[in-house]
């Protein structure tokens, strides 16, 4: 599967933005998906995980509260809606999918580009 992700840019803190990321594939509903972040000089983290039917999430502690992981299998498309948006959430920002659930990104086969996002204060 191939991954598109894009809706990153600059925002001020308290702000929001979306991100979204394209799937290929017409499977795209087998598939788990994943968004993790990764800001210079520091290793790629995770940030939410949604299953296929989008009734189970997960979130890492620094966005749980302010980031919200969404679905449309019809779409083919896995969103993150980012509110509250703090300096240190400035990173870029990958979307990942694989045929079960993970939340480490040594977990998962499939990654998008990645998108900036940057958040001044």
């Known amino acids: 599967v191939q991954l598109q992700a894009s809706g990153g840019g600059l925002a001020q803190a308290g702000g929001s933005l979306r991100l979204s990321c394209a799937a290929s594939a017409r499977t795209f509903r087998w598939y788990y998906m994943g968004w993790f972040r990764q800001a210079p000089g520091k290793e790629r983290e995770f940030v939410a995980a949604i299953n296929l039917s989008a009734d189970t999430t997960y979130y890492a502690d620094s966005v749980k509260d302010r980031f919200t992981i969404s679905r449309d299998n019809a779409k083919n498309t896995v969103y993150v809606q980012m509110n509250s948006l703090k300096p240190e959430d400035t990173a870029v920002h990958y979307c990942?999918?694989?045929?079960?659930?993970?939340?480490?990104?040594?977990?998962?086969?499939?990654w998008g580009q990645g998108t900036q996002v940057t958040v001044s204060s």
């Open positions: 990942a999918a694989d045929s079960y659930w993970a939340t480490t990104a040594s977990e998962y086969r499939y």
